[in-house]
């Protein structure tokens, strides 16, 4: 992975005026998914904790029994995963650390406990070894127009060497390195022949699928550290530790990235 920091597009929904205050113009998605997040790299141990709030509409017809999201840093946990099976030995765990990311906490709204309702589940190849798609039976099951509310605290290892994501030395692109939701296709949407969750595993050749999204994002880095990312930042402030916490909103966008690097 090369050393450079990419300019990624800003939120397309806001205007930053001269007077620095953002207008939020007509919404480009039906904002069907949303995240909020506080993020905190610790270079030490290559890892970003996190914990997060989101929501998924259900603007189906149906009646949905469970949510699937997508944990898509455990391709890199071992050389049993889909994607590494399928690269053809071109991920070479000989010369990187192994990536994963750990629930530590799955709850409802109303503080109900999720995690004894989670299971990871392999829908493409049967791969019990594969722990990148995860589904969760809900207590009660979403009925149209319902929201479902989840808040999940989770710990992210960053592998190293590795494309599309990870770190090399003093430098992190992280990606796909939160609990992300699969995108829940009805019957006549692209082609569904019923209501189900397009969650797939993370393949070596495919794309990553999901709803455009808002995100809220607070990412604490070491001061030094210059972070870039695909929002708008709305703050960046030194705290206590020598850190400091960059706040940054984006809209309408399929996934948020960002990187950190003290160069």
Same mark, same amino acid.
């Given at each position: 992975?090369?050393?450079?920091?990419? $300019?990624?597009?800003?939120?397309?929904?806001?205007?930053?005026?001269?007077? @620095?205050?953002?207008?939020?113009?007509?919404?480009?998605? $039906?904002?069907?998914? @949303?995240?909020? /997040?506080?993020?905190?790299?610790?270079?030490?141990?290559?890892?970003?904790?996190?914990?997060?709030?989101?929501?998924?509409? !259900?603007?189906?017809?149906? /009646?949905?029994?469970? $949510?699937?999201?997508?944990? *898509?840093?455990?391709?890199?946990?071992?050389? !049993?995963?889909?994607?590494?099976?399928?690269?053809? =030995?071109?991920?070479? *765990? &000989?010369?990187?650390?192994?990536? +994963?990311?750990?629930?530590?906490?799955?709850?409802?709204?109303? =503080?109900?406990?999720?995690?004894?309702?989670?299971?990871?589940?392999?829908?493409?190849?049967?791969?019990?070894?594969?722990?990148?798609?995860? &589904?969760?039976?809900?207590?009660?099951?979403?009925?149209?127009?319902?929201?479902?509310?989840?808040?999940?605290?989770?710990?992210? &290892?960053?592998?190293?060497? /590795?494309?599309?994501?990870? *770190?090399?030395?003093?430098?992190?692109?992280?990606?796909?390195?939160?609990?992300?939701?699969?995108?829940?296709?009805?019957?006549?949407?692209?082609?569904?022949?019923?209501?189900?969750?397009?969650?797939?595993?993370?393949?070596?050749?495919?794309?990553?699928?999901? !709803?455009?999204?808002?995100?809220?994002? &607070?990412?604490?880095?070491?001061?030094?550290?210059?972070?870039?990312?695909?929002?708008?930042?709305?703050?960046?402030?030194? /705290?206590?530790?020598?850190?400091?916490?960059?706040?940054?909103?984006?809209?309408? $966008?399929?996934?948020?990235? +960002?990187?950190? +690097?003290? =160069?």
């Amino acid at each position: 992975m090369k050393k450079f920091l990419i $300019i990624l597009s800003v939120c397309m929904t806001c205007v930053n005026t001269a007077n @620095g205050q953002i207008i939020n113009k007509t919404p480009l998605s $039906i904002r069907q998914t @949303g995240y909020k /997040i506080d993020a905190k790299l610790d270079p030490s141990l290559k890892t970003v904790s996190g914990n997060m709030e989101a929501f998924w509409v !259900n603007k189906s017809t149906d /009646i949905v029994p469970d $949510i699937q999201l997508h944990l *898509y840093m455990n391709a890199f946990k071992s050389k !049993n995963s889909t994607l590494y099976r399928e690269s053809g =030995g071109r991920l070479d *765990y &000989k010369d990187s650390d192994n990536g +994963w990311i750990d629930i530590k906490s799955f709850t409802c709204r109303d =503080g109900t406990d999720l995690i004894p309702r989670m299971q990871f589940i392999s829908p493409d190849d049967g791969n019990l070894s594969d722990q990148t798609v995860l &589904k969760v039976m809900l207590p009660e099951p979403a009925l149209p127009g319902d929201t479902v509310f989840i808040k999940v605290s989770f710990e992210t &290892k960053l592998p190293s060497k /590795i494309m599309r994501t990870g *770190y090399t030395d003093d430098y992190y692109f992280v990606g796909q390195w939160f609990p992300k939701f699969g995108v829940y296709e009805y019957a006549g949407m692209r082609y569904a022949t019923k209501g189900g969750w397009n969650c797939h595993q993370f393949h070596a050749h495919s794309e990553f699928y999901s !709803n455009h999204s808002v995100y809220d994002v &607070k990412i604490t880095v070491p001061k030094e550290y210059i972070v870039g990312t695909g929002g708008l930042t709305l703050e960046e402030k030194e /705290i206590d530790g020598g850190k400091k916490t960059v706040t940054t909103r984006a809209e309408d $966008i399929v996934d948020f990235a +960002w990187t950190a +690097w003290p =160069g």
